[in-house]
Protein backbone atom coordinates (compact mmCIF):
# COMPACT_ATOMS: atom_id res chain seq x y z
CA UNK A 1 0.00 0.00 0.00
CA UNK A 2 1.30 3.61 -0.86
CA UNK A 3 0.58 6.42 2.02
CA UNK A 4 1.11 10.22 1.52
CA UNK A 5 3.83 11.74 3.67
CA UNK A 6 4.79 8.58 5.51
CA UNK A 7 8.04 7.84 7.85
CA UNK A 8 9.41 4.28 8.11
CA UNK A 9 8.05 3.47 11.45
CA UNK A 10 4.44 5.17 10.68
CA UNK A 11 4.70 3.06 7.36
CA UNK A 12 5.72 -0.13 9.05
CA UNK A 13 3.04 0.04 11.31
CA UNK A 14 0.52 0.34 8.87
CA UNK A 15 1.97 -2.18 6.66
CA UNK A 16 1.97 -4.68 9.71
CA UNK A 17 -2.11 -3.55 10.94
CA UNK A 18 -3.45 -2.94 7.39
CA UNK A 19 -3.98 -6.74 6.57
CA UNK A 20 -6.22 -7.31 9.45
CA UNK A 21 -8.49 -4.31 8.57
CA UNK A 22 -12.65 -5.41 8.35
CA UNK A 23 -12.76 -2.43 5.98
CA UNK A 24 -9.25 -1.16 4.65
CA UNK A 25 -10.49 1.60 1.93
CA UNK A 26 -12.22 3.34 5.06
CA UNK A 27 -10.31 2.59 8.04
CA UNK A 28 -6.87 2.79 5.81
CA UNK A 29 -7.07 6.77 5.86
CA UNK A 30 -7.98 7.49 9.07
CA UNK A 31 -4.87 5.10 10.59
CA UNK A 32 -2.80 7.31 8.86
CA UNK A 33 -4.00 10.25 10.53
CA UNK A 34 -4.20 8.41 13.92
CA UNK A 35 -0.84 6.82 13.85
CA UNK A 36 0.88 9.51 12.40
CA UNK A 37 1.97 11.68 15.57
CA UNK A 38 2.39 8.56 17.98
CA UNK A 39 5.25 6.90 19.88
CA UNK A 40 5.42 3.77 17.91
CA UNK A 41 7.31 1.78 20.36
CA UNK A 42 4.60 0.92 22.88
CA UNK A 43 2.06 0.03 19.18
CA UNK A 44 4.78 -2.42 18.58
CA UNK A 45 4.54 -4.29 21.45
CA UNK A 46 0.72 -4.78 20.40
CA UNK A 47 -0.41 -7.86 18.00
CA UNK A 48 -1.51 -6.70 14.52
CA UNK A 49 -4.79 -7.91 14.56
CA UNK A 50 -5.40 -6.09 18.17
CA UNK A 51 -4.23 -3.43 16.90
CA UNK A 52 -5.56 -2.97 13.86
CA UNK A 53 -9.05 -3.56 15.86
CA UNK A 54 -8.75 -0.70 18.38
CA UNK A 55 -8.03 1.46 15.08
CA UNK A 56 -11.10 0.33 13.57
CA UNK A 57 -12.64 0.85 17.08
CA UNK A 58 -11.57 4.35 17.14
CA UNK A 59 -12.73 5.23 13.74
CA UNK A 60 -16.57 3.44 14.73
CA UNK A 61 -16.36 5.62 17.77
CA UNK A 62 -15.06 8.99 15.95
CA UNK A 63 -18.03 8.57 13.37
CA UNK A 64 -20.73 10.51 15.68
CA UNK A 65 -20.16 13.47 17.54
CA UNK A 66 -22.39 17.03 18.34
CA UNK A 67 -20.05 19.92 18.00
CA UNK A 68 -19.70 21.57 21.06
CA UNK A 69 -20.21 18.32 23.40
CA UNK A 70 -17.63 15.86 23.88
CA UNK A 71 -17.78 12.12 23.65
CA UNK A 72 -15.95 9.53 26.27
CA UNK A 73 -15.15 5.61 25.80
CA UNK A 74 -13.80 3.39 28.74
CA UNK A 75 -13.36 0.16 27.03
CA UNK A 76 -11.16 -3.36 28.33
CA UNK A 77 -9.55 -5.01 25.61
CA UNK A 78 -8.35 -8.64 25.78
CA UNK A 79 -4.80 -8.94 24.10
CA UNK A 80 -3.79 -5.40 24.41
CA UNK A 81 -1.01 -6.23 27.17
CA UNK A 82 2.64 -7.49 26.09
CA UNK A 83 1.85 -10.99 27.84
CA UNK A 84 -1.68 -11.24 25.91
CA UNK A 85 -3.46 -9.81 29.03
CA UNK A 86 -6.28 -6.92 28.87
CA UNK A 87 -5.53 -3.24 29.02
CA UNK A 88 -8.02 -0.44 29.25
CA UNK A 89 -8.35 1.67 26.52
CA UNK A 90 -9.74 5.67 27.09
CA UNK A 91 -10.95 7.46 24.19
CA UNK A 92 -12.52 11.28 23.93
CA UNK A 93 -13.42 13.31 21.18
CA UNK A 94 -13.78 16.55 21.22
CA UNK A 95 -13.61 20.60 19.33
CA UNK A 96 -9.90 21.11 19.86
CA UNK A 97 -9.23 23.47 21.82
CA UNK A 98 -6.44 24.21 24.22
CA UNK A 99 -5.19 22.17 27.56
CA UNK A 100 -7.12 18.95 26.55
CA UNK A 101 -4.29 16.47 26.69
CA UNK A 102 -2.34 17.72 29.87
CA UNK A 103 -5.98 17.86 31.25
CA UNK A 104 -6.87 14.62 30.52
CA UNK A 105 -2.94 13.29 31.23
CA UNK A 106 -3.48 15.16 34.83
CA UNK A 107 -6.76 13.04 35.38
CA UNK A 108 -5.23 9.76 34.79
CA UNK A 109 -2.24 10.52 36.70
CA UNK A 110 -3.99 11.82 39.57
CA UNK A 111 -6.31 8.60 39.73
CA UNK A 112 -2.87 6.55 39.89
CA UNK A 113 -3.31 5.16 36.38
CA UNK A 114 -0.12 3.60 34.25
CA UNK A 115 -0.54 5.20 30.93
CA UNK A 116 1.27 2.49 28.06
CA UNK A 117 0.68 4.88 25.14
CA UNK A 118 -0.98 8.22 24.09
CA UNK A 119 -2.30 9.14 21.07
CA UNK A 120 -3.54 12.59 20.01
CA UNK A 121 -4.49 13.11 16.22
CA UNK A 122 -5.66 16.33 15.38
CA UNK A 123 -8.12 16.28 12.39
CA UNK A 124 -10.67 18.39 10.51
CA UNK A 125 -13.89 16.79 10.44
CA UNK A 126 -17.49 18.02 8.15
CA UNK A 127 -20.43 17.00 10.34
CA UNK A 128 -23.89 17.01 9.35
CA UNK A 129 -26.28 18.63 11.91
CA UNK A 130 -26.86 15.39 13.76
CA UNK A 131 -23.13 15.05 14.05
CA UNK A 132 -22.63 12.26 11.41
CA UNK A 133 -19.20 12.62 10.46
CA UNK A 134 -19.59 13.37 6.78
CA UNK A 135 -15.73 13.60 5.97
CA UNK A 136 -12.26 14.14 7.02
CA UNK A 137 -10.56 16.95 5.45
CA UNK A 138 -7.38 16.26 6.34
CA UNK A 139 -4.65 17.18 9.46
CA UNK A 140 -5.20 19.89 11.81
CA UNK A 141 -3.97 23.07 12.09
CA UNK A 142 -2.96 26.08 14.12
CA UNK A 143 -6.62 27.33 13.21
CA UNK A 144 -8.62 25.21 15.97
CA UNK A 145 -11.17 27.57 16.55
CA UNK A 146 -12.85 27.34 12.72
CA UNK A 147 -15.25 24.75 13.99
CA UNK A 148 -13.96 21.54 11.86
CA UNK A 149 -10.86 20.95 13.69
CA UNK A 150 -11.08 18.12 16.43
CA UNK A 151 -9.34 16.15 18.94
CA UNK A 152 -8.97 12.84 19.35
CA UNK A 153 -7.34 11.89 22.60
CA UNK A 154 -6.33 7.83 22.51
CA UNK A 155 -4.69 6.38 25.56
CA UNK A 156 -4.16 2.81 26.53
CA UNK A 157 -3.97 2.35 30.44
CA UNK A 158 -4.25 -0.90 32.53
CA UNK A 159 -7.11 -2.92 33.02
CA UNK A 160 -9.98 -1.98 35.06
CA UNK A 161 -12.89 -3.17 36.05
CA UNK A 162 -16.12 -1.68 35.61
CA UNK A 163 -16.48 0.15 38.87
CA UNK A 164 -13.18 1.80 38.01
CA UNK A 165 -14.31 2.60 34.16
CA UNK A 166 -17.34 4.45 35.56
CA UNK A 167 -15.73 6.55 37.73
CA UNK A 168 -12.89 7.24 35.85
CA UNK A 169 -15.41 7.98 33.13
CA UNK A 170 -17.05 10.60 35.47
CA UNK A 171 -14.17 11.87 36.72
CA UNK A 172 -12.83 13.03 33.04
CA UNK A 173 -16.10 14.12 31.92
CA UNK A 174 -16.17 16.70 34.71
CA UNK A 175 -12.31 17.66 33.20
CA UNK A 176 -13.75 18.13 29.68
CA UNK A 177 -16.75 20.28 31.15
CA UNK A 178 -14.50 22.64 32.90
CA UNK A 179 -12.00 22.79 30.54
CA UNK A 180 -14.68 23.98 28.09
CA UNK A 181 -15.83 26.23 30.18
CA UNK A 182 -12.25 27.89 30.95
CA UNK A 183 -11.31 28.27 27.29
CA UNK A 184 -15.18 29.54 26.10
CA UNK A 185 -14.93 32.00 29.08
CA UNK A 186 -11.34 33.38 28.50
CA UNK A 187 -12.38 36.26 26.47
CA UNK A 188 -14.95 37.29 28.52
CA UNK A 189 -12.59 37.00 31.84
CA UNK A 190 -9.86 39.38 30.32
CA UNK A 191 -12.77 42.03 29.18
CA UNK A 192 -13.97 42.06 32.53
CA UNK A 193 -10.36 42.38 34.58
CA UNK A 194 -9.60 45.00 32.70
CA UNK A 195 -13.39 46.72 32.73
CA UNK A 196 -12.39 46.91 36.77
CA UNK A 197 -8.75 48.56 36.08
CA UNK A 198 -10.59 51.04 33.81
CA UNK A 199 -12.63 51.99 36.85
CA UNK A 200 -9.70 52.23 38.97
CA UNK A 201 -8.42 54.75 36.59
CA UNK A 202 -11.51 56.61 36.39
CA UNK A 203 -12.09 56.78 40.11
CA UNK A 204 -8.76 56.32 41.92
CA UNK A 205 -9.64 54.45 45.37
CA UNK A 206 -8.22 55.48 48.35
CA UNK A 207 -4.67 53.95 48.79
CA UNK A 208 -1.56 54.55 48.46
CA UNK A 209 -0.43 56.19 44.81
CA UNK A 210 2.53 53.93 44.88
CA UNK A 211 0.83 50.73 45.76
CA UNK A 212 -2.54 51.63 43.15
CA UNK A 213 0.20 51.59 40.08
CA UNK A 214 2.04 48.25 41.49
CA UNK A 215 -1.26 46.61 41.44
CA UNK A 216 -3.11 47.77 38.13
CA UNK A 217 0.54 46.91 36.92
CA UNK A 218 0.47 43.82 38.42
CA UNK A 219 -3.13 42.67 37.11
CA UNK A 220 -1.87 44.33 33.68
CA UNK A 221 1.35 41.72 33.73
CA UNK A 222 -1.51 38.72 34.40
CA UNK A 223 -3.10 39.59 31.52
CA UNK A 224 -0.07 40.00 29.17
CA UNK A 225 0.12 36.25 29.71
CA UNK A 226 1.40 35.55 33.19
CA UNK A 227 -1.74 33.49 34.53
CA UNK A 228 -3.78 31.25 32.99
CA UNK A 229 -7.54 32.42 33.66
CA UNK A 230 -9.35 29.23 34.87
CA UNK A 231 -12.52 31.04 36.74
CA UNK A 232 -13.68 34.05 37.64
CA UNK A 233 -16.66 35.45 39.95
CA UNK A 234 -17.84 38.67 41.56
CA UNK A 235 -18.47 39.61 45.11
CA UNK A 236 -20.36 42.27 46.38
CA UNK A 237 -20.28 43.39 50.20
CA UNK A 238 -23.59 42.99 52.58
CA UNK A 239 -22.92 45.67 55.09
CA UNK A 240 -20.11 47.12 55.93
CA UNK A 241 -16.44 46.13 56.48
CA UNK A 242 -16.49 46.04 60.41
CA UNK A 243 -19.12 43.22 60.08
CA UNK A 244 -20.73 42.69 56.81
CA UNK A 245 -19.88 39.78 54.56
CA UNK A 246 -18.68 38.99 51.18
CA UNK A 247 -21.29 37.34 49.45
CA UNK A 248 -21.21 36.35 45.43
CA UNK A 249 -22.90 38.38 43.11
CA UNK A 250 -25.86 36.13 41.26
CA UNK A 251 -24.69 35.01 37.56
CA UNK A 252 -21.55 36.18 37.54
CA UNK A 253 -19.29 33.15 37.42
CA UNK A 254 -16.85 32.68 34.56
CA UNK A 255 -14.92 29.92 33.74
CA UNK A 256 -14.76 26.94 36.44
CA UNK A 257 -16.89 29.26 38.52
CA UNK A 258 -20.08 29.30 36.58
CA UNK A 259 -20.82 26.54 39.19
CA UNK A 260 -22.39 28.87 42.24
CA UNK A 261 -21.68 25.73 44.86
CA UNK A 262 -17.95 26.27 44.02
CA UNK A 263 -16.72 27.84 47.00
CA UNK A 264 -13.65 30.00 46.22
CA UNK A 265 -12.16 30.38 49.77
CA UNK A 266 -13.28 27.97 51.98
CA UNK A 267 -12.05 25.73 54.87
CA UNK A 268 -12.47 22.08 55.37
CA UNK A 269 -14.69 22.45 52.46
CA UNK A 270 -17.00 24.34 54.13
CA UNK A 271 -17.46 28.99 53.74
CA UNK A 272 -15.01 30.11 55.15
CA UNK A 273 -15.18 31.74 59.08
CA UNK A 274 -14.56 35.36 58.84
CA UNK A 275 -12.00 35.45 61.69
CA UNK A 276 -11.21 39.53 63.21
CA UNK A 277 -7.74 38.97 61.58
CA UNK A 278 -9.16 37.90 58.37
CA UNK A 279 -11.46 40.49 58.19
CA UNK A 280 -8.64 42.98 59.11
CA UNK A 281 -6.92 40.91 55.59
CA UNK A 282 -9.95 41.04 53.48
CA UNK A 283 -10.80 44.87 54.07
CA UNK A 284 -7.70 46.44 54.48
CA UNK A 285 -5.97 49.68 52.44
CA UNK A 286 -4.36 47.21 49.95
CA UNK A 287 -6.49 46.53 46.85
CA UNK A 288 -4.88 43.13 45.85
CA UNK A 289 -5.20 39.72 47.61
CA UNK A 290 -2.78 37.08 46.30
CA UNK A 291 -3.11 33.31 47.86
CA UNK A 292 -4.11 29.63 46.87
CA UNK A 293 -7.80 28.59 46.92
CA UNK A 294 -9.07 25.81 48.12
CA UNK A 295 -9.99 24.42 44.29
CA UNK A 296 -7.78 21.92 42.90
CA UNK A 297 -7.27 22.76 38.73
CA UNK A 298 -8.49 19.86 36.93
CA UNK A 299 -7.62 22.13 33.79
CA UNK A 300 -3.91 22.56 32.33
CA UNK A 301 -2.31 21.08 35.26
CA UNK A 302 -3.37 19.16 38.63
CA UNK A 303 -2.77 21.58 41.65
CA UNK A 304 -4.47 23.83 44.05
CA UNK A 305 -5.42 26.99 41.98
CA UNK A 306 -3.45 30.71 42.56
CA UNK A 307 -6.11 33.66 44.00
CA UNK A 308 -6.06 37.18 42.96
CA UNK A 309 -8.98 38.59 44.60
CA UNK A 310 -9.00 42.76 43.44
CA UNK A 311 -10.49 44.86 45.80
CA UNK A 312 -14.12 47.37 43.43
CA UNK A 313 -14.97 50.72 45.06
CA UNK A 314 -17.48 52.72 44.84
CA UNK A 315 -17.63 56.71 43.97
CA UNK A 316 -16.49 57.11 47.92
CA UNK A 317 -13.81 55.29 47.97
CA UNK A 318 -15.61 53.12 50.36
CA UNK A 319 -14.85 48.96 49.45
CA UNK A 320 -18.29 47.57 47.43
CA UNK A 321 -16.91 43.98 46.80
CA UNK A 322 -14.24 41.93 44.94
CA UNK A 323 -13.63 40.21 42.02
CA UNK A 324 -12.24 36.55 42.41
CA UNK A 325 -10.45 34.96 39.95
CA UNK A 326 -8.80 31.50 39.90
CA UNK A 327 -5.96 30.06 37.68
CA UNK A 328 -2.57 28.79 37.45
CA UNK A 329 0.84 31.44 37.14
CA UNK A 330 2.31 30.63 34.07
CA UNK A 331 6.18 29.15 34.09
CA UNK A 332 7.31 31.77 33.11
CA UNK A 333 5.97 33.67 36.18
CA UNK A 334 8.23 31.24 38.22
CA UNK A 335 11.30 32.45 36.24
CA UNK A 336 11.07 35.91 35.83
CA UNK A 337 13.29 37.43 37.85
CA UNK A 338 11.15 39.00 41.16
CA UNK A 339 12.39 42.57 40.61
CA UNK A 340 11.00 42.54 36.91
CA UNK A 341 7.30 41.39 38.36
CA UNK A 342 4.90 44.21 39.79
CA UNK A 343 3.89 43.69 43.02
CA UNK A 344 6.59 41.51 44.29
CA UNK A 345 9.47 44.09 42.61
CA UNK A 346 7.87 46.24 45.35
CA UNK A 347 7.81 43.55 48.07
CA UNK A 348 11.75 43.08 47.12
CA UNK A 349 12.62 46.77 47.24
CA UNK A 350 10.87 46.93 50.74
CA UNK A 351 12.51 43.97 52.35
CA UNK A 352 16.12 45.39 50.91
CA UNK A 353 15.34 48.76 52.46
CA UNK A 354 14.49 47.63 55.64
CA UNK A 355 17.90 45.79 56.44
CA UNK A 356 19.66 48.99 55.62
CA UNK A 357 22.26 47.16 53.26
CA UNK A 358 24.14 49.67 50.72
CA UNK A 359 23.07 49.06 47.44
CA UNK A 360 25.59 47.03 45.47
CA UNK A 361 27.33 46.26 48.61
CA UNK A 362 27.75 41.86 49.36
CA UNK A 363 25.10 41.50 51.37
CA UNK A 364 22.56 43.19 49.50
CA UNK A 365 24.14 40.96 47.03
CA UNK A 366 23.76 38.04 49.03
CA UNK A 367 20.31 39.12 50.48
CA UNK A 368 19.11 39.63 46.44
CA UNK A 369 19.90 35.97 45.85
CA UNK A 370 18.29 35.08 48.64
CA UNK A 371 14.88 36.56 47.26
CA UNK A 372 15.50 35.84 43.69
CA UNK A 373 15.83 32.06 44.60
CA UNK A 374 12.77 32.16 47.37
CA UNK A 375 10.07 29.61 46.62
CA UNK A 376 8.02 32.27 44.39
CA UNK A 377 4.56 30.64 45.22
CA UNK A 378 5.44 31.72 49.06
CA UNK A 379 7.10 35.00 47.75
CA UNK A 380 3.99 36.11 46.26
CA UNK A 381 2.02 35.37 49.44
CA UNK A 382 4.39 36.09 52.58
CA UNK A 383 4.07 39.72 54.04
CA UNK A 384 7.09 42.17 53.82
CA UNK A 385 8.06 41.78 57.32
CA UNK A 386 7.66 38.10 57.60
CA UNK A 387 10.12 37.66 54.44
CA UNK A 388 12.17 40.07 55.63
CA UNK A 389 12.85 37.93 59.06
CA UNK A 390 12.92 34.95 57.08
CA UNK A 391 15.25 36.37 54.34
CA UNK A 392 17.69 37.24 57.31
CA UNK A 393 17.40 33.68 58.58
CA UNK A 394 18.49 31.85 55.17
CA UNK A 395 21.32 34.31 54.94
CA UNK A 396 22.70 33.60 58.42
CA UNK A 397 22.68 29.60 56.96
CA UNK A 398 25.29 30.55 54.54
CA UNK A 399 27.56 31.70 57.98
CA UNK A 400 26.23 29.12 59.88
CA UNK A 401 24.69 26.02 58.31
CA UNK A 402 22.12 24.34 60.67
CA UNK A 403 18.73 22.71 60.04
CA UNK A 404 16.64 25.66 60.31
CA UNK A 405 12.57 24.87 60.23
CA UNK A 406 10.68 28.72 58.66
CA UNK A 407 6.84 28.07 59.25
CA UNK A 408 4.05 31.09 57.91
CA UNK A 409 0.39 30.23 59.01
CA UNK A 410 -1.92 31.28 55.66
CA UNK A 411 -3.53 34.77 56.91
CA UNK A 412 -7.13 33.21 55.94
CA UNK A 413 -6.30 30.46 58.62
CA UNK A 414 -6.28 27.49 56.07
CA UNK A 415 -2.74 26.26 55.63
CA UNK A 416 0.52 25.92 56.83
CA UNK A 417 3.73 27.00 54.58
CA UNK A 418 6.71 25.50 56.01
CA UNK A 419 10.59 25.78 54.97
CA UNK A 420 13.07 23.37 55.91
CA UNK A 421 16.85 24.14 55.63
CA UNK A 422 19.20 21.09 56.13
CA UNK A 423 23.09 21.10 55.22
CA UNK A 424 23.54 19.45 51.88
CA UNK A 425 26.01 16.89 53.14
CA UNK A 426 23.15 15.82 55.61
CA UNK A 427 20.23 15.77 53.33
CA UNK A 428 19.15 12.78 51.25
CA UNK A 429 15.79 11.28 50.10
CA UNK A 430 15.29 9.43 53.13
CA UNK A 431 15.75 12.76 55.21
CA UNK A 432 13.18 14.34 53.12
CA UNK A 433 10.69 11.70 53.36
CA UNK A 434 10.78 12.25 57.21
CA UNK A 435 10.93 15.38 57.02
CA UNK A 436 7.99 15.27 55.45
CA UNK A 437 6.34 12.65 57.56
CA UNK A 438 6.94 15.03 60.68
CA UNK A 439 5.36 18.08 59.13
CA UNK A 440 2.36 15.72 58.64
CA UNK A 441 2.34 14.52 61.95
CA UNK A 442 2.73 17.40 63.84
CA UNK A 443 0.24 20.03 61.77
CA UNK A 444 -2.23 17.05 61.00
CA UNK A 445 -1.85 17.19 57.60
Given at each position: ????????????????????????????????????????????????????????????????????????????????????????????????????????????????????????????????????????????????????????????????????????????????????????????MISRLKAVLDDYVRTPPPVAPGVLSESLEFCRWLIEGQFTFLGMRDYKLVGDADTGQLEKADDTGLGVLRDPDVLV?????????????????????????????????????????????????????????????????????????????????????????????????????????????????????????????????????????????????????????????????????????????????????
Open positions: MAYDDKTAELGAVLDRISPHFRDAESAGPFAQLFLAASDHAPLNKIPAPVLAALVEAAFEFHAARRPGSHQISIQRVEGAAPDGGARSVVQIVNDDMPFLVDSALAELQAKSHNVYAVLHPIMKVERGRDGTRQAIVGRGDENWGDGLQESLFFAIIEALSDDEARELHASLNRVMQQVRAAVADWQPLSKGGKPLEITPEIRRHMFSQHPLIITKSDIRSHVHRSAYMDFVGLKRYGSDGQQTGELRIVGLFTSQAYTERPSAIPFLRQKVNAVLRSTGYAAGSHDAKALMNVLENFPREELFRIGDRMLAEWARAILDLDLRPRVRLLMRRDRFDRVVSALVYVPRERFSTRIREQIGEALARELDG
